[in-house]
């Protein structure tokens, strides 16, 4: 396995993780996946009952968190400095204000409180971070934060595959993308296990796997 490999398996781990734990801890928010409020948010508004407020806060604070990623990179590449360190940094500072200011909003009896709003925001913007860094200097990986594509392409390549029909190629891809699905799908089991045990504190975990990234991949 390469390095390449082990950093796509430590994001994508990270993504499934933190989204689950956003998702069971905030009353169904999506941090890492999050046009999925979108349907939230008409299944709330068509039947009323809570977490409406938070689902809408996600979507700007995420947009935001990707445009002062994609200023942050340019600034720096412009200086001729990679911004992959500057990324994981932010990421890992968002992430820690995520499980600071839920473990202040415990217990979280309603998400339009201001504690847990500001939570949710903080962990939308961590993965918006991460999701703008595939595109800014992960560019070599397959999407780590949203899966819906990896598993098109690699049913594709399956069936290129099993037909004899692959090009040069399609295997090493079919491997790029079938590790972060993988990593995805255990952090999403991970992460909902962990809160359950250990709360907002569950957190710990991807931060410490960022800290990790930030050490060995961010160069």
């Not at 040069?168 to 699905?181: D, H, I, Q, S, Y």
């Not at 993988?182 to 296990?193: D, M, N, S």
């Amino acid at each position: 396995m390469t390095s390449k490999h082990t950093l796509g398996i430590a994001l994508g781990f990270t993504a499934g993780y933190v989204d689950t734990v956003g998702f069971v801890a905030l009353f169904g928010l999506f941090s890492a996946h999050v046009t999925g409020n979108f349907v939230l948010i008409g299944s709330e508004l068509a039947h009323p009952s809570h977490g409406v407020l938070i689902k809408f806060l996600a979507f700007p604070a995420f947009i935001l968190a990707v445009a002062l990623a994609r200023i942050v990179a340019v600034k720096l590449e412009a200086s001729g400095k990679s911004a992959a360190r500057a990324l994981t940094g932010m990421q890992l500072l968002f992430l820690l204000a995520f499980m600071l200011l839920g473990c202040l909003s415990v217990p979280v009896q309603s998400t339009d409180a201001v504690l847990p709003l500001v939570a949710g925001i903080a962990g939308a913007a961590a993965m918006g971070i991460q999701n703008a860094a595939s595109r800014l200097v992960w560019t070599e990986l397959a999407p780590t934060t949203v899966m819906t594509g990896n598993v098109t392409q690699i049913v594709i390549d399956l069936v290129d595959i099993l037909r004899g029909s692959a090009v040069t190629g399609t295997k090493a891809r079919l491997w790029k993308f079938l590790w972060p699905v993988l990593a995805f799908g255990v952090g999403a089991v991970g992460g909902a296990f962990a809160f359950m045990y250990a709360g907002f504190f569950a957190l710990v975990l991807p931060i410490l796997m960022l800290s990790a990234v930030l050490l060995f991949f961010s160069e």
